[in-house]
């Protein structure tokens, strides 16, 4: 089944304890992204990937990291969560259609608690 | 800064359709224009997308007006389970796609 798979789907931790949120696909796509979605905020882009070893920043790329080694796994990290990362992470991938993404397909979500 | 302006929120009968607007009105001559949809908490559903030109697949309809500067996405028959934010995304460049805060659509029996 063609699908994108995010793990942990909740995690509750502590402020500063370093953290890997995994995204992975099996559509063999080449772009991947990561969101945060907050109340009245809706959905805003994290970190995007064009294609393995290419990542570009979002709107919100502050206290994150990602990488692209491989072109299924996109992890998101947070090498020092801070309580204003609460929040709830959404994966997507998507295939490029002359060179743009074309429509992305979500993984489930992940909810995030930093006491 | 958003490049989209919806409604917060709007009503529709179940069975009747459901028209939800969106402006786009600083979009540019090669930019998409996107729909997708989620449900509760769920990832975020792809429903349809257009450059110029109306589409139509088997969710929905996409009315592009003839400047580009607004579209309207059209559920011929809205049931229960359409009941969903919907978010209209002009895709800015590579890569990046911004979601605003989108239509909260109540399909109502």
């Known amino acids: ?115 | 800064d958003a490049k989209t302006t919806q409604p917060p929120s709007m009503d529709c009968a179940e069975g009747r359709a459901a028209n939800l607007p969106c402006n786009h009105s600083t979009i540019s001559g090669n930019e998409y224009v996107y729909w997708y949809r989620q449900i509760h908490s769920q990832g975020p559903q792809y429903i349809i997308h257009g450059l110029k030109n109306n589409e139509t697949n088997e969710m929905a309809s996409l009315i592009i007006t003839e400047d580009r500067k607004s579209s309207t996405l059209i559920l011929p028959h809205a049931t229960l389970r359409d009941t969903a934010v919907y978010y209209c995304i002009v895709r800015l460049g590579s890569g990046d796609m911004r979601f605003g805060a989108g239509t909260r659509l109540t399909v109502k029996p």
């Open chain 1, 1 to 115: 089944e063609a699908q994108v798979t995010q793990n942990p789907r909740y995690l509750i931790t502590v402020t500063g304890k370093k953290l890997t949120v995994t995204c992975s696909q099996n559509m063999n796509h080449e772009y991947m992204s990561w969101y945060r979605q907050d109340p009245g905020l809706g959905l805003r882009q994290i970190y995007y990937s064009m294609n393995v070893e290419v990542t570009d920043k979002g709107d919100v790329p502050e206290g994150y990291k990602v990488s692209r080694k491989e072109k299924r796994n996109f992890p998101l990290i947070l090498e020092s969560p801070s309580p204003n990362q609460t929040s709830l992470y959404f994966c997507a991938s998507s295939p490029l259609l002359a060179g743009e993404p074309e429509t992305q397909y979500f993984g489930p979500g992940t909810r995030l608690l930093v006491l």
